[in-house]
């Protein structure tokens, strides 16, 4: 297993500020509908972390859940200290795939209902992006959908320390990804991270998660 660390104190490499936003006429319900009903031809920047734990291959899904505020957001989830795998990380609600889940937009919506309590209804799926292969060998789906405000949820509190949102414009602006590389048995390891400042706390986005925002940031400038 990777040793225990912040990855907040892991020199930062680059920030890619050179690269451009997502325009915000591309970030409308109307425009994703669009782009997921049509996706264009696109390369995820990271498909695979390098392994750090010997563990069998395992299919999961997570929601990339889109608030449909007036400046729509992200749903994000930190996870409880005590989890077995990423504990006290910030995660998308979602993961394992049971043998009765239909697809990849089923096991997500039924994860999100059992960790933070979104019902369903309130979710419109738009679409698939590539899976993610994580470290600890886990073959994740990112399904990608709008939720409608209104909603009440009910974190799981053994799973779930605290949820929260994020701008979908700060995610989907490269401005604040940072770059971060660390050398460990031999290896070299990079990841994005996406330091979110909300009120008081900073919400440090980084690793698998960061890595599936880069790759939908991907997919809508393709």
């Known amino acids: 297993m990777l040793p ?16 451009p936003a997502v325009p915000p006429h591309a970030q409308t319900p109307e425009a ?17 972390e390098k392994k750090f734990a010997e563990r069998e291959p395992a299919h999961a899904a997570v929601l990339v859940p889109i608030v449909l505020r007036e400046r729509p957001t992200v749903l994000l989830t930190e996870r409880t200290a005590h989890l077995s795998t990423h ?4 995660a998308f609600p979602g993961g394992r795939t049971d043998p009765e889940d239909r697809d990849a937009a ?16 309130w979710v419109e799926v738009l679409g698939n992006l590539s899976m993610y292969v994580t470290g600890t ?22 799973e779930v320390a605290d949820v929260f949102e994020v701008p979908l414009d700060f995610l989907l602006n490269p401005a604040h990804h940072e770059r971060h590389r660390l050398q460990w048995q031999g290896a070299q390891r990079e990841w994005f ?10 919400r440090y986005i ?17």
């Open 4 to 19: 225990h660390f912040d990855p907040r104190t892991v020199p930062l490499v680059g920030v890619d500020d050179h690269l």
């Open 32 to 48: 994703l509908r669009l782009r997921f009903a049509a996706p264009p031809p696109w390369t995820p920047e990271v498909q695979r």
């Open 87 to 90: 504990s006290g990380q910030v």
């Open 106 to 121: 089923a096991t997500a919506l039924r994860e999100a209902q059992e960790e933070v309590g979104l019902e369903p209804h």
């Open 137 to 158: 060998s886990f073959l994740v789906t990112p399904v990608v959908a709008l939720v409608r405000p209104g909603f009440a949820l009910q974190p799981n509190p053994y």
């Open 193 to 202: 991270a996406m330091p979110y400042q909300d009120g008081a706390t900073t």
């Open 206 to 222: 980084w690793g698998a998660t960061a890595g599936m925002l880069r790759n939908f940031y991907r997919f809508m400038m393709a």
